[in-house]
């Protein structure tokens, strides 16, 4: 578990992913990052470790490490007790001081930030998240891999859901026999997302009109939860006949996940919910091919809201109660990365962008429909990494 | 699911935490609070939403609210679109305008705090991140009857958990099934912590060696974890004879938690981890006696210590390759709440405070070994919300 930073192949892996943050930091006026929220900590490492990495626009990377006993020495690792000994350090190392210091102002607390900007004193600091972000946003291809395996271990689990049933299960206790599933697959069972505006277990199981009833949370679809406290996914309401099963559950294997949503019935279900499930299908067949690098982001959004006009089915695109104006998003080591698939979004279609896209139905009456997969963007369209069945079969 | 703020029920019990809030204020110079991070939001009336609480120094409460659809109307409840529009609608409710606003700079990004301390103008932000975490700390009668609901399915699972063990079994098969279990008692699957320093899933299986292999989070027991993303807790290995397992797994039914730990052997286990398991036994039970409203925080530290030094333990508390210099730690909607339970600890038991006490031990070749409980602060001493056998059973 002792991660080498000295060994060729994991300089050369974190070298790929260095070079897309020293390179968004071109554009900006920042000469230094000190980084520490988890999720970049695990970018520019491989692996999570207490302390900070330190980046230079030169393309310097120092690893600074709270417990050294989790490490093998390497002369980019050195071992400290609190941010305030960095300078020292540096100037012992003959790394010059930073003027202008990156900090991740939307990841860490508002303390630790003011923290962290007095370090060097006289440095002035300013926000590093958009470079954060920007560099996250398109993956190498060590990052594609490690998704890959995801995708096929999440799609293996997917593939026996249906044998997971029994006859009037409720939805939590569907959603717990897929929990284990994927457990028993490899699967950490812990959904890393950025930002305080989703908390979710290991994911979201909603069955009937749980569908349609909104939740707090910036997911695609809502549902009640189990508590107050949690308000969203599974209500523990027995799965009714005549009505679909929506599964959206975790598929972090190694840090990095797939995002990817399947749909059930408990027996058969109404047209009107399978001419949606249909759209949804039409969409992502269309936005595969049309999905190309240059393309604006925005336009996959116009994209699927045309296809869903021509069907007559606007009034229940994602959401009916409430709808959410979004059709996908960034995925990666954070379930909720850039780009944000909206309308208003003017980013640009970058090939090794990994995009989760799920255009979403909630019939009245049946429940939620459509299907979700995660996607890396190729030259000539995209590729997916979760390849399972689509169609809505029946668990009884 | 729509909760009724004027509900006499809800008003009474938000009220009380309300109460313990605005005292908290009382001895600060801040007049008003603005809070948005989720616990806090949950704590002060009773679900997540998204959106603020605005509390006054007089005791008026506002919930500002992003998802009107969520909420029944109330004389209190006022929809926004965003935190900029608050001014504006406190005026119209012939509120005052804050002079100095309290803010939750450690829980809270930076960017947020940023943004909220903008919408008042003139007014002053400061820091209420210590009137939270005292108001808090001790806990109103209704708070600690959820944890007590809490602590009697954790403990009905924990009675079933040595039935799951199956031969051969690797730590994480049978995290899993404990994982199950819980999840089919109703535990919510979520464990909620404060700050980014410790990341989990839904709990804590170490077994034999792997209890010594030290991790980057802030957790009493470490573990090598199913990968270098989420380096703690179990990694995969069969449990073998003569080692230990440890479980500390989720406690959290309704938003509260308890938080509670219980050992297994394969077969028999050294002389020196049962001594040791008998000393966590014996440092409780102590603890339970002397842990009264007005003693020292710090003083059940040093009280535990002595117990381990008199029976020539100190090589192994709270870790073996690591130690950490802590034995236990307040807990409610957050797994890592005040006190922290240390040397240096300042504050002052009091009457209400829901205190997890976990004195262990790592014994090399064998593994981990102590129990650790969940406590409310009575006036006679400690009453357990955990209640469980605490020997060491064989799993064979």
């Not at 609190?82 to 010059?96: A, H, N």
Request: proline share 4%; glycine share 10%.
């Amino acid at each position: 578990m002792q991660p080498d930073f000295q060994s060729p192949e994991l300089r050369h892996q974190t070298g790929l992913r260095l070079r897309r943050v020293v390179d968004g930091m071109a554009s900006t006026g920042l000469d230094t990052l000190l980084l520490a929220d988890n999720a970049n900590v695990f970018y520019m490492s491989g692996r999570y470790y207490r302390g900070y990495v330190y980046v230079t626009r030169t393309g310097k990377c120092i690893y600074f490490i709270i417990h050294p006993d989790i490490f093998a020495p390497a002369d980019n690792v050195v071992s400290i007790r609190k941010p305030e000994q960095i300078p020292s350090e540096l100037t012992r190392m003959g790394i010059d001081l930073p003027h202008v210091v990156g900090l991740e102002y939307d990841a860490l607390s508002y303390s630790e930030v003011s923290r962290l900007a007095k370090v060097f004193g006289e440095a002035v600091s300013a926000d590093c998240s958009g470079v954060m972000r920007g560099a996250r946003m398109v993956k190498t291809p060590y990052e594609i891999e490690l998704m890959r395996i995801d995708g096929v271990h999440q799609s293996a689990v997917y593939e026996r859901i249906g044998r997971l049933y029994r006859r009037d299960m409720t939805d939590l206790e569907f959603q717990v026999e897929i929990e284990r599933a994927l457990r028993l697959e490899g699967c950490l069972g812990y959904t890393r997302v950025a930002g305080r505006l989703m908390e979710i277990n290991m994911g979201s199981v909603i069955s009937g009109d749980n569908a349609d009833v909104p939740s707090p949370y910036d997911f695609a679809m809502g549902g009640a939860g189990q508590s107050p406290s949690l308000p969203g996914g599974a209500d523990g309401m027995t799965m009714k006949h005549g009505t679909t099963v929506m599964v959206d559950m975790n598929g972090n294997f190694n840090g990095y996940q797939t995002d990817m949503t399947r749909v059930w019935s408990v027996g058969e279900i109404s047209e009107e919910a399978l001419k949606a499930h249909e759209c949804s299908r039409r969409i992502l067949r269309a936005l595969e091919r049309e999905t190309l690098p240059g393309v604006e982001i925005r336009s996959l959004y116009d994209r699927a809201m045309e296809i869903v006009r021509e069907e007559g089915l606007e009034r229940y695109f994602m959401g009916h109660n409430r709808q959410v104006a979004f059709i996908g998003h960034g995925v990666g080591i954070e379930l909720n990365e850039q780009p944000a698939i909206t309308a208003r979004c003017r980013q640009i279609v970058e090939e090794g962008m990994t995009l989760a896209l799920e255009p979403k139905f909630v019939i009245p009456g049946t429940g939620a429909v459509g299907v979700e997969n995660t996607y890396v963007v190729r030259a000539d369209g995209l590729e997916c990494l979760t390849v399972c069945p689509e169609e809505i079969k029946s668990l009884i």
